[in-house]
Nanobody, 124 residues
C-alpha cells in the first residue's frame, strides 16, 4: 500500500519557522522526485518545492525561494520542507507528493501520489 504521511504542521507567528516531514512507504520512493504543494482556503493548489530523486537538484516557487528549503533522506525515505521567515500568506494545507514514475532527470514532477496534508497556520 502506497502511503505518504505528512507531519510537522501547526500554528506559528509570522517570522517563525516550521519543518514539515513526509514519510513514504509502499514503493521505492527513494527513486522518485518528490515535492510539496499547498492549498489555501478559497484558492487553487500551488506548487511549493520539489527535489530530484538523487537529492542533488531542487526547484522552488518564487514565493518561497530563499525562505524554504526542501531536502530528503533516502535511507529513511523521508522528505523535509524547512520553512523560515513564515508569512501569513503561507497559511495553507501542505501536501507531499511523489512523481508518477521513478528516475526522473530533473526535480520537476507530475504528481502520481499524494499525502493527506498537514495544516500550517501563520498568525500576524
Amino acid at each position: 500500500q502506497v502511503q505518504l504521511v505528512e507531519s510537522g504542521g501547526g500554528l506559528v507567528q509570522a517570522g517563525g519557522s516550521l519543518r514539515l516531514s513526509c514519510a513514504a512507504s509502499g514503493r521505492t520512493f527513494s527513486r522518485y522526485a518528490m515535492g510539496w504543494f499547498r492549498q489555501a482556503p478559497g484558492k487553487e493548489g500551488e506548487f511549493v518545492a520539489a527535489i530530484r530523486w538523487t537529492g542533488d537538484s531542487t526547484y522552488y516557487a518564487d514565493s518561497v525561494k530563499g525562505r524554504f528549503t526542501i531536502s530528503r533522506d533516502n535511507a529513511n525515505i523521508t522528505v523535509y520542507l524547512r520553512m523560515n521567515s513564515l508569512k501569513p500568506e503561507d497559511t495553507a494545507v501542505y501536501y507531499c507528493a511523489a512523481d508518477r514514475a521513478p528516475y526522473g532527470s530533473s526535480p520537476h514532477l507530475s504528481p502520481g501520489y499524494w499525502g493527506q496534508g498537514t495544516q500550517v497556520t501563520v498568525s500576524s
